[in-house]
């Protein structure tokens, strides 16, 4: 049952990553008001310039929305409005924006990272932001760098930013640790739903919901599959007798032996008490039947101890294959039956018994 493990974790991710986008979404729209509102207010205050440079950075971001509308790629969305806002901050800081309050928007950029990226990831594009305010500010005679800045501003600035950076940093380390705690805790309680506590097999409602899922595989593909129905004969005897814990053992060493002939593909539950069922994919009645019987001669050829006394156990079991039933109930109701003659023909075989010219496959009694 592996991949039912990572079910909560993948419906989790998508979530977030719907959040994500729903972030991204917002971030892009507010972003484009503000640019063309203070674009606006820089042409009528006499920098034209300026305002046709914030009014062009709409373009992309709606090029960026309109991609992520059409391909509901969100990585690209990701990369894209991050690579817009690092460039929008570089002219910022490089030209000083209005009245040299550019870098200010640096502030908004520690949380944006860390929130979208990984923490190394964030922090490596936020070393870089850190390098170009570095070149803008030690070499302000650069052709391209327009704006003068203070040394107080310069120490200020990167100070507070270093410090919001630090505190976003272990913001987003403290939020990682509480998703992946999450995520852990709800696999827990996923892999508790689907799994009998004491044999560690399925459960009775694992189990279901598999015969149905594989019942739609039948109807839909025509996969024939089979189950088996099985009881530890006269275990009342054994816990009576031997005591509890006993019972307790004899349940997991035939859980581990159940594992250990099954295939891969198969699924072994705990049905209840001392009943247990397998469903065996892609299995004709007969092919069920020969490791119905292997799984026999494997639990009476199996020697059960506690505390150094021998406990005899030994198995019936119903067999029956989905070309006989026409529902799950049906065919839940036949191995129920067939189980019952198993038990009722003498106990440790295999019903129906099916016998070929020089074999058979579930033993006499």
């Excluded at 203070?38 to 992309?60: D, E, R």
């Excluded at 940093?169 to 705690?181: G, H, I």
């Excluded at 004491?198 to 595989?217: Q, S, V």
């Excluded at 032996?257 to 009943?275: F, K, N, P, S, Y």
């Amino acid at each position: 049952m592996p991949e039912n493990l990572t079910l909560s974790q993948a419906l989790y991710t998508e979530h977030e990553d719907q959040q994500v986008s729903r972030l991204l979404t917002a971030v892009s729209i507010v972003a484009l008001v503000c640019l063309f509102s203070i674009g606006t207010k820089a042409w009528y205050s006499g920098n034209q310039t300026h305002g046709i440079v914030l009014w062009l950075f709409n373009l992309p971001i709606i090029a960026n929305m309109i991609w992520f509308a059409r391909t509901k790629n969100r990585n690209t969305q990701k990369a894209g409005l991050i690579i817009l806002v690092v460039l929008l901050l570089f002219y910022l800081i490089a030209s000083g924006g209005e009245s040299s309050t550019g870098p200010l928007w640096f502030y908004a950029l520690p949380p944006l990272l860390f929130y979208l990226t990984s923490l190394k990831t964030g922090t490596a594009i936020l070393l870089f932001c850190y390098l170009a305010a570095v070149i803008v500010f030690q070499f302000p005679d650069l052709s391209w760098v327009s704006a003068q800045y203070s040394v107080d501003f310069k120490i200020r600035f990167f100070v507070t930013l270093t410090l919001e950076s630090i505190f976003c940093f272990v913001l987003e380390t403290t939020r990682q640790s509480a998703r992946n705690k999450l995520v852990s805790f709800a696999r827990a309680h996923e892999h508790a739903a689907r799994t009998d506590e004491l044999t560690g097999l399925a459960n009775r409602r694992e189990m279901l919901n598999r015969l149905n899922a594989e019942f739609l595989r039948y109807q839909r593909a025509g996969h024939h599959f089979s189950i088996a129905l099985i009881d530890l004969d006269l275990f009342k005897q054994v816990n009576d007798t031997f005591g509890h814990d006993a019972g307790d053992l004899v349940l997991q060493r035939f859980a581990e032996i159940t594992l250990g002939v099954t295939r891969q593909t198969d699924l072994a539950a705990r049905w209840g008490g001392e009943e247990f069922m397998l469903l065996l994919p892609d299995t004709t009645l007969l092919q069920a039947l020969a490791l119905a019987e292997r799984l026999r001669s494997e639990i009476a050829n199996t020697s059960f101890t506690h505390n150094g006394v021998s406990i005899p156990v030994t198995l019936s079991a119903g067999v029956c294959s989905i070309s006989n039933a026409s529902s799950v109930n049906e065919l839940l109701k036949q191995a129920d039956v067939q189980l019952y003659t198993a038990k009722g023909s003498g106990r440790n075989q295999i019903s129906p018994r099916v016998r070929s010219q020089n074999t058979t496959l579930a033993p006499s009694t």
